[in-house]
């Protein structure tokens, strides 16, 4: 199968199988898709990254759905993932195909698309445009025509969505309680679609920004535009020897997912971050509902649900089922411990601008450190302490990795099994509350194991005995 649709979209590498003719072939099963729903009419927006080829992929793709009578909205920069997501909901089309291969390293591209609820296609749609698009691959049959012809016969506009976007961001956070704290921020956009947004909304708010990587690079400085604590290295040197900077933020290549350093340059894993805003919204902004998180993600979210009374929602990996929530107006906010978070009223998508700047909020207004913080809060709900590990998937692992999650072992690091949850990849409870989990990633060629435990002596254990468990004998 030439097209497969993983956790997030259809990814590969540009010019083995993401290739125009491809990208085009996905195009057509996707119009095929809006024609069967109706929606010709409401259009679709299309979006890229500043990946190389990038625009002229989407200007491609736009001519196929314009062939296809399909109205085109067509962005007229490169665009953050989540701002797209704001302009379904606002109602100004009916989706969107949006060119971004999101974190992954300068040589993939991908397509996401959204449909009309404005969160990531669920799998029930994603299967029926997979399975028409790799048909299309095989009889060729797509339609496309020019982008001269298609707004001649006034298919194609050329739309701007950052403006609405960013006027929202300025509405629903509390931008006056930052500025009168009247800290620094430094901020690294990865050379990509964060740029113009995160630290315009901050600066036209009267916050300094120190910036870096702030021009568009289709190869990311090197490697992908993945706001990991390896990848925030200067960042992290900047923050660190400026004493007027309270905190270093960064946004991965369509801005969907955020990266936090904390006042001394010191990286703070997404899965704490998600669990300080979910307390801060339900304890200090008083916002009403259950939490989600997917089944990676950190139990310290169970534990702010607790504390608080309300539901915690546990999902597969992947942030339409989290979105999903969100538009139901179930839940305060969700999160993914890769970095994914968003809010209710907001999009049923993950915001990396929103997340970096609902943190500004909530660390200016507590005027603590992250870190604090994190003390405060285990100080109420328990400590917990998360890892995740990535490897390299070889053909041996590929081919050992069903067979070995088939197994039942005893226990790991020598602590009993109480518990097996099977919603996406195998996820093992044990007896003292600490689990693993593993899984194969669906935006990587890596398995990756996730941890968390009480203490970090026995997080190294486990992760030692899961590594054992999968790269044994
Ligand atoms: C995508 C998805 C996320 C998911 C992440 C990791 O992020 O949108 O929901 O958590 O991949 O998925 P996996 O572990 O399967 O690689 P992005 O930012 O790449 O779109």
Same mark, same amino acid.
């Given at each position: 199968m030439t097209i497969k649709f993983g956790t997030s979209g259809w990814r590969g590498i540009i010019a083995d199988d993401f290739t125009t003719y491809n990208a085009k072939c996905v195009a057509q099963a996707i119009s095929d898709y809006v024609v069967e729903q109706g929606q010709s009419k409401e259009g679709l927006i299309v979006g890229y990254d500043p990946r190389f080829m990038g625009e002229s992929f989407a200007?491609?793709?736009?001519?196929?759905?314009?062939?296809?009578?399909?109205?085109?909205?067509?962005?007229?920069?490169?665009?953050?993932?989540?701002?797209?997501?704001?302009?379904?909901?606002?109602?100004?089309?009916?989706?969107?195909?949006?060119?971004?291969?999101?974190?992954?390293?300068?040589?993939?591209?991908?397509?996401?698309?959204?449909?009309?609820?404005?969160?990531?296609?669920?799998?029930?749609?994603? =299967?029926?445009?997979?399975?028409?698009?790799?048909?299309?691959?095989?009889?060729?049959?797509? =339609?496309?025509?020019?982008?001269?012809?298609?707004?001649?016969?006034?298919?194609?506009?050329?739309?701007?969505?950052?403006?609405?976007?960013?006027?929202?961001?300025?509405?629903?956070?509390?931008?006056?309680?930052?500025?009168?704290?009247?800290?620094?921020?430094?901020?690294?956009?990865?050379?990509a679609t964060g740029i113009g947004y995160l630290d315009k909304i901050l600066i036209d708010n009267g916050t300094d920004v120190?910036?870096?990587?702030?021009?568009?690079?289709?190869?990311?400085?090197?490697?992908?535009?993945?706001?990991?604590?390896?990848?925030?290295?200067?960042?992290?040197?900047?923050v660190e020897g400026d004493n007027d900077i309270a905190l270093g933020l960064a946004t991965d290549g369509d801005?969907?997912?955020?990266?936090?350093?904390?006042?001394?340059?010191r990286f703070i894993e997404p899965n704490y971050i998600i669990a300080l805003l979910l307390d801060y919204l339900i304890r200090v902004k008083g916002f009403e509902g259950g939490v989600a998180r997917s089944v990676a993600t950190t139990h310290l979210v169970d534990a702010v649900a607790k504390y608080h009374g309300v539901k915690c929602y546990e999902?597969?990996?992947?942030?339409?089922?989290?979105?999903?929530?969100?538009?139901?107006?179930?839940i305060v906010g969700g999160g993914e411990e890769s970095a994914g978070f968003s809010i209710k009223g907001h999009v049923p998508e993950k915001d990396g601008i929103l997340a970096s700047l609902l943190l500004l909020e909530m660390v200016a207004r507590e005027n603590k450190s992250i870190v604090e913080q994190l003390r405060d809060l285990y100080s109420r709900v328990g400590t917990?302490?998360?890892?995740?590990?990535?490897?390299?998937?070889?053909?041996?692992?590929?081919?050992?990795?069903?067979?070995?999650?088939?197994?039942?072992p =005893? +226990?790991?690091? +020598?602590?009993?099994?109480?518990?097996?949850?099977?919603?996406? +990849?195998?996820?093992?409870?044990?007896?003292?509350?600490?689990?693993?989990?593993?899984?194969?990633?669906?935006?990587?060629?890596?398995?990756?194991?996730?941890?968390?435990?009480?203490?970090?002596?026995?997080?190294?254990?486990?992760?030692?005995?899961?590594?054992?468990?999968?790269?044994?004998?």
């Open positions: 200007r491609d793709i736009a001519g196929v759905l314009s062939a296809n009578n399909i109205n085109v909205l067509f962005s007229v920069e490169a665009v953050p993932t989540p701002a797209i997501a704001f302009a379904i909901i606002s109602g100004k089309s009916a989706g969107a195909i949006n060119l971004t291969a999101s974190h992954n390293p300068y040589n993939y591209n991908g397509i996401k698309y959204s449909p009309k609820w404005g969160g990531p296609a669920l799998p029930e749609t994603t =299967k029926w445009i997979e399975e028409h698009a790799n048909e299309i691959v095989d009889s060729g049959k797509f =339609k496309e025509i020019t982008e001269d012809e298609a707004k001649s016969k006034g298919l194609w506009t050329d739309i701007d969505l950052k403006a609405d976007y960013i006027k929202d961001l300025n509405e629903k956070i509390d931008f006056d309680t930052i500025k009168k704290w009247g800290k620094k921020v430094a901020y690294d956009p990865i050379f120190v910036m870096i990587h702030d021009k568009f690079d289709p190869y990311f400085g090197g490697g992908g535009p993945d706001p990991s604590g390896e990848k925030l290295v200067e960042l992290a040197k900047i801005a969907d997912r955020f990266g936090v350093l904390d006042f001394d340059g999902t597969p990996v992947g942030f339409k089922y989290i979105g999903e929530y969100i538009a139901e107006g179930k917990f302490m998360t890892s995740r590990v990535n490897l390299k998937l070889t053909k041996d692992l590929d081919n050992a990795f069903p067979e070995k999650m088939k197994l039942n =005893k +226990g790991f690091a +020598g602590i009993a099994i109480k518990d097996k949850i099977t919603i996406d +990849g195998t996820k093992f409870i044990l007896d003292d509350g600490s689990w693993i989990l593993f899984r194969k990633s669906g935006t990587e060629p890596v398995v990756r194991i996730y941890v968390e435990a009480s203490s970090e002596v026995k997080l190294k254990k486990i992760i030692d005995s899961g590594k054992e468990f999968i790269l044994g004998a």
